[in-house]
């Protein structure tokens, strides 16, 4: 209920667990179905990927096409399988995806300038997009306080809702492996 309130909701995503990505999928059928507009932020594509995300979306490539342009198992790698699931849920009803992550990934020390870059995106989204609620989906080390919400705030202001879902499950995780 309180997601469905604002104009942005973080998601802290854990990339390895499966069930990370259920929760995306409930989260996104509970807002539709309570008629908000949402927007995926996804971090796992790159900017520069979205003309290939599109083509896919619409069909006019394949999916195979679309996971070799975004070479998905060296630049993401975690399961395709898992996160196929919400690219499949928001091309019915349709949910507008955009990539908001750039180069490189590699080294926790380029998190602030993508945090930086990936705000830019989010704010460009919010633009196009006002009534509508902005999912995004990201790792969590860049849901600090002052990371990403800290550069939206720099590009957006203050002026809007924002939550913040952090699963932090890396004890149930590791239990369950």
Request: aromatic content about 12%; hydrophobic content about 40%; some cysteine.
């Amino acid at each position: 209920e309180k997601a469905s309130r604002c104009a942005i909701v973080y998601f802290g995503d854990y990339h390895p667990l499966d069930a990370s990505q259920d929760w995306v999928l409930r989260l996104m059928r509970e807002l539709s179905a309570m008629g908000r507009p949402v927007v995926l932020a996804l971090e796992m594509l790159y900017v520069h990927q979205q003309e290939s995300l599109d083509r896919w979306m619409k069909g006019t490539s394949t999916e195979a096409q679309f996971l070799e342009a975004i070479d998905y198992r060296s630049e993401w790698g975690f399961s395709w399988q898992s996160y196929r699931r919400i690219f499949e849920l928001a091309k019915n009803p349709f949910i507008p995806i955009f990539g908001i992550d750039s180069e490189p990934r590699d080294h926790l020390r380029y998190i602030r300038r993508r945090d930086r870059l990936a705000a830019r995106r989010i704010g460009t989204i919010r633009t196009f997009f006002p009534d509508s609620l902005i999912l995004v989906v990201i790792g969590e080390s860049h849901l600090a306080s002052n990371h990403l919400p800290a550069e939206v705030h720099a590009v957006l202001g203050s002026d809007y809702r924002e939550a913040i879902i952090v699963q932090n499950m890396d004890d149930i995780y590791w239990r369950l492996l």
